[in-house]
């Protein structure tokens, strides 16, 4: 007889007990008396590791047993070792497979769910929430990786005046743009969810033309269009969240929510969404693509140039580029929208 903890599934109370097999029979003995069960009626579970096998009851009464090596002698004398093993390896089967269940629904709730819930609630947040987190991350841009721009006020206004042709009054998103100096970032222009445009300095140095630099404020406008900041920020911050709420630091994550829009790149679907707004914008006035096209392979050699010194993974800094490894791809979608 092998020692064993019986407990009978009413109560949580354990009781001492011994178990063999007799004639094809499970018999347990304890101070709760005696049951003799088939053995083909209770479910045996063979530790993994060997250390603690299991008897179920149909009733919910449960077998411990601890001396595993005993019972598997007792089973393969009984001559169904490589029945409970192969249960055992059918529990671990079931449990990947719920892992993987579980990995897969996660994934795809990543991929797809929240990406969609995103889009449906980012043109639902009030002007006034997305401004203010625009006017906190401006803030502490211009506190350190921004600074006052150099373009002289009627310049600006030019390029404004430009911007604002392209479509008429009421036609483009609310937006405004600012000129901003931002020597680490490179030639590059962003967009902040409350619809400040910043363009840099070094953008316009770069520029052979001002239709380049309204094709690339075109480009951004398209991401206010589709509220790709806000958006970005919602999926960032759900994740952070969740991460948050897992790792029991949730407030770490909401004082980081500067950071993350910071952090944060835009997808590849984002920029072609974008490309094909400002292409759209472009075709409709005596304007063409082609500044866009120019300035995208310009950017492109900028920015390379650049990321061989290695530049990190701020939007500001990657929004033209970065985080547009395909310029070719994109060049091509935005040459097809021509014909
Ligand atoms: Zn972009």
Partial sequence: MIAADYFDGRSSRRHPATLGLRDGTVVVEGDFGRRSTALGAVEICTGADQTLSTIRFADGAMCEIRDSAAWAAELAGAGIGADAVAHAERRWHWALAALAGAVLIIAASY????????????????????????????KGLDGGLL?????????????????AALAGPGQLPP??????????????????????????????????????????????????????????LLQSAVVSFVVGVYLGDVSTVVAGLTALLLESRYSREFELEADA?????????????????????????????????????????TDLLSSHPDTAGRVNALRAMKR
């Fill in 111 to 138: 991929a797809y769910a929240l990406p969609w819930i995103a889009g449906l609630l980012a043109p639902a947040i009030p002007q006034a929430v997305t401004q203010s987190i625009s006017d906190t991350v401006l």
């Fill in 147 to 163: 600074a006052p721009s150099k373009t002289s006020p009627q310049r600006q206004q030019e390029i404004a005046a430009k911007v």
């Fill in 175 to 232: 937006h405004r743009l600012l000129f901003r100096a931002g020597p680490t970032l490179g030639p590059n222009a962003f967009a902040l969810p409350g619809g400040d445009v910043v363009v840099l300095d070094e953008l316009l140095a770069l520029a052979t033309r001002d239709e380049e630099v309204v094709a690339v404020v075109a480009h951004e406008l398209g991401h206010l269009r589709h509220h790709h900041g806000m958006r970005q």
């Fill in 277 to 317: 707004y400002a292409g759209r914008l472009l075709l409709a006035t005596p304007a063409s693509i082609e500044p866009l096209i120019d300035t995208l392979l310009r950017l492109e050699q900028a920015h390379a140039k650049r990321r061989a010194a290695d530049r990190g993974g701020l939007f500001g800094a």
